[in-house]
């Protein structure tokens, strides 16, 4: 069964910093490649990072661009995103998404999320 | 930026045949490029995977959630609504280079 467990959460002020983990399991971690996608409170779900199979490729949003950094250890089955320069508009649940593709060439292209995490709440405030 | 546009909300009665849309503020939505896929989210709960590649079922979504394209438009139809289908729904577009652009969600009423 696959699972992904994201921690780390938790209330920070502005202008902070906090690091998301996502715990995977059941599925060849080193094989896919895996996303951040949030929720801010009564809010729609945003798009926020990518990770390629091997790190080798990484994608952000404008909104945490230049602030945000995602990243994986595959030794570890594990995602992460590092958030810095917090603001008050990054409150949210944020949830990580294993996508069922490598984000490499593709002749059989699945970009999705199919499996996501329970999502772990960031608050921003001072 | 390019805009994923939805309807914000939809009532349908039990029974009923419901379809929702996800356009683009600019072009058209494509299988190829753009794989729409569908999601559905009740409160306090993440998401669960509807639909992707424009028209395949996720494992374990009956069989009355179906995906087109209609038009310029991905869309998603349930066939025979439910009480139990009173959700949020959210169309996710894949834009090139590793970037996504979710719309901003359907709000669907059975009633």
């Known amino acids: 069964e696959v699972q992904l467990v994201e921690s780390g959460g938790g209330l920070v002020q502005p202008g902070g910093s906090l690091r998301l983990s996502c715990a995977a399991s059941?599925?060849?971690?080193?094989?896919?490649?895996m996303s951040w996608v949030r929720q801010a409170p009564g809010k729609g779900l945003e798009w926020v990072s990518a990770?390629?199979?091997?790190?080798?490729?990484?994608y952000y949003a404008d909104s945490v661009k230049g602030r945000f950094t995602i990243s994986r250890d595959d030794s570890k089955n594990t995602l992460y995103l590092q958030a810095n320069s917090l603001r008050d508009e990054d409150t949210a649940v944020y949830y990580c998404?294993?996508?069922?593709?490598?984000?490499?060439?593709?002749?059989?292209?699945?970009?999705?999320?199919?499996?996501w995490g329970q999502g772990t709440l960031v608050s921003v405030s001072s | 930026q390019t805009v994923v546009t939805q309807e914000p909300s939809f009532s349908v009665s039990p029974g009923g045949t419901v379809t929702f849309t996800c356009g683009l503020s600019?072009?058209?939505?494509?299988?190829?490029?753009?794989?729409p896929s569908w999601y559905q989210q009740t409160p306090g709960q993440p998401p669960r995977t509807l639909i992707y590649?424009?028209?395949t079922r996720s494992s374990g979504v009956p069989d009355r959630f179906s995906g087109s394209i209609l038009g310029q438009k991905a869309a998603l139809t349930i066939a025979g609504a439910q009480a139990d289908d009173e959700s949020d729904y959210f169309c996710?577009?894949?834009?090139?280079?590793?970037?996504?652009?979710f719309g901003g969600g359907t709000k669907l009423t059975v009633l």
């Open positions: 059941g599925f060849s971690f080193s094989s896919y490649a």
């Open positions: 590649n424009t028209n």
């Open positions: 990770i390629s199979v091997g790190g080798g490729g990484t």
């Open positions: 998404a294993k996508v069922p593709d490598s984000l490499g060439q593709c002749t059989d292209c699945k970009r999705h999320f199919d499996y």
């Open positions: 600019s072009g058209s939505v494509s299988t190829d490029y753009h794989h």
């Open positions: 996710l577009l894949y834009m090139g280079r590793g970037i996504w652009v």
